[in-house]
């Protein structure tokens, strides 16, 4: 993945309160992650990208898409697929105590996983966890100005040492697929991950950072999601406890 490098970053000792709509960017917090794990070369998985683009016009859920590149050898090689979103899916697998990975493949909330296509499944399972407090309960807030964005995180118990990531995407790509088991057609890919960076643990005296805009902009992305996430006792990515949407950078 194209690395993004944040500068000017620092660590203060205030925290400032709330989520807030600045004239440069609309902040939101949904109330569920759900990270599609899809291929081009697949020919199943049109549906669940639909479905992720669905997913993505609303507040409610962030929605992301993750390449994988385990098929690309049936003729068509995807261009947003990485191995590095590829060992996050085989991660996964093992924190929720999975034999084997598919696309398309729907995690919510880190914790659960369903077919990428199953729009009833995914609701139930985004619902249930809501109702059992295992969603988004740790606030990230956001303040964003035309110069920078200041980001704070409390500790509290179910927070101590989850980390936080700031996560780029691309909200709309337009492919036509030449090769391959979906030749021949144009498909619309939704929040497209390019990059993720790891910004920090969450410790005794919680998170606070700020840097610069214009190191976002630069590298052309339109939108960035922080997400909050345990790791499991080997490491591997689990439950995600807080998120927060920044569009239109």
């Given at each position: 993945?194209?690395?993004?490098?944040?500068?000017?970053?620092?660590?203060?000792?205030a925290?400032?309160?709330?989520?807030?709509?600045?004239?440069?960017?609309?902040?939101t917090?949904?109330?569920?992650?759900?990270?599609?794990?899809?291929s081009?070369?697949?020919?199943?998985?049109?549906?669940?990208?639909?479905?992720?683009?669905?997913?993505?016009?609303?507040?409610?859920i962030?929605a992301?898409?993750?390449?994988?590149?385990?098929?690309?050898?049936?003729?068509?090689?995807?261009?947003?697929?990485?191995?590095?979103?590829?060992?996050?899916?085989?991660?996964?697998?093992?924190?929720?105590h999975?034999?084997?990975?598919?696309?398309?493949?729907?995690?919510?909330?880190?914790?659960?996983?369903?077919?990428?296509?199953?729009?009833?499944?995914?609701?139930?399972?985004?619902?249930?966890?809501?109702?059992?407090?295992?969603?988004?309960?740790?606030?990230?807030?956001?303040?964003?100005?035309?110069?920078?964005?200041?980001?704070?995180v409390?500790?509290?118990?179910?927070?101590?040492?989850?980390?936080?990531?700031?996560?780029?995407?691309?909200?709309?790509?337009k492919?036509?697929?030449?090769?391959?088991?979906?030749?021949?057609?144009?498909?619309?890919?939704?929040?497209?991950?390019?990059?993720i960076?790891?910004?920090?643990m969450i410790?005794?005296?919680?998170l606070?950072?700020?840097?610069?805009v214009?190191?976002?902009?630069?590298?052309?992305?339109?939108?960035?999601a922080?997400?909050?996430?345990?790791?499991?006792v080997?490491?591997?990515?689990?439950?995600?406890?807080?998120?927060?949407?920044?569009?239109?950078?």
């Amino acid at each position: 993945m194209r690395q993004l490098l944040l500068s000017m970053m620092f660590i203060t000792s205030a925290f400032s309160a709330g989520v807030v709509t600045s004239d440069a960017a609309e902040i939101t917090q949904p109330k569920a992650v759900v990270e599609l794990f899809t291929s081009q070369g697949c020919h199943s998985c049109p549906p669940a990208d639909k479905l992720i683009g669905e997913f993505a016009k609303g507040n409610e859920i962030l929605a992301l898409s993750w390449h994988v590149d385990y098929w690309d050898y049936l003729g068509w090689k995807d261009v947003f697929a990485s191995k590095s979103n590829t060992e996050r899916q085989y991660r996964y697998a093992k924190s929720l105590h999975e034999r084997q990975v598919y696309t398309p493949q729907a995690v919510i909330n880190g914790r659960a996983h369903a077919v990428g296509s199953n729009r009833k499944e995914i609701s139930k399972t985004i619902n249930g966890f809501e109702d059992s407090s295992q969603g988004m309960i740790v606030p990230i807030n956001a303040k964003m100005t035309n110069e920078s964005i200041k980001i704070t995180v409390a500790n509290s118990a179910v927070a101590a040492n989850a980390t936080l990531y700031m996560v780029f995407f691309n909200k709309e790509h337009k492919v036509a697929i030449k090769q391959g088991e979906n030749s021949g057609k144009t498909l619309s890919y939704h929040n497209v991950v390019h990059n993720i960076q790891t910004l920090g643990m969450i410790k005794s005296n919680g998170l606070e950072m700020e840097f610069p805009v214009a190191d976002m902009k630069r590298h052309g992305y339109d939108g960035c999601a922080l997400i909050l996430q345990k790791n499991d006792v080997e490491g591997n990515p689990s439950a995600i406890i807080g998120a927060t949407v920044i569009s239109d950078l």
